[in-house]
């Protein structure tokens, strides 16, 4: 997440209060808004280092808008700026670890044998329950259970790699 790693707030920068309930329509508004405002363009003819400083504002007003923009890293950001990490080698649920090296398992069969209407099958199962699982999300936040919050998250990142395994299959038909 690159703003968080600027350590400038991503929703002050937008003008928008922090919170992971956010309306699409008002973060494109808000995003659009301040890009007028801090557009690169409007410092042609300004000093060199105000420039420079215009296009650095510009860069972090990007990054806070692909941070905001999208549920899971919106999600990701907010629990970072509660405390909360995720590290690489976080435990889940040994049951869900289980189905998952199964479907993937699945998915390197159907892959092998070049079997695509199978793949695309596994690919629209798999984002379905990405969509639900994005879909609890809001709830989670509303209560403010970070612990839950952290694991919906990691479980997101497994399903995010194997649509990605699944477009990799695809992509090589």
Known sequence: MPAAATHIDAFDLLGLPERFDLDTAAIESAFFAKSR??????????????????????????????????????????????????????????????????????????RVAKRTSEVEALQGKMAARRKAAVGTLPGLFESHDLPAIKEQLIVLRYLDRYLDECDAALDQE
């Open 37 to 110: 405002e801090l557009h690169p363009d409007r410092f042609v003819s300004a000093p060199a280092d105000e420039r420079v400083a215009a296009l650095s504002r510009s860069r972090a007003l990007n990054d806070a808008y692909q941070t905001v923009k999208k549920p899971v890293p919106r999600a990701e950001y907010l629990l970072a700026r509660a405390g909360v990490t995720i590290g690489d080698n976080e435990r889940l649920d040994p049951s869900f670890l289980m189905e998952i090296l199964e479907l993937r398992e699945e998915l390197a069969e159907a």
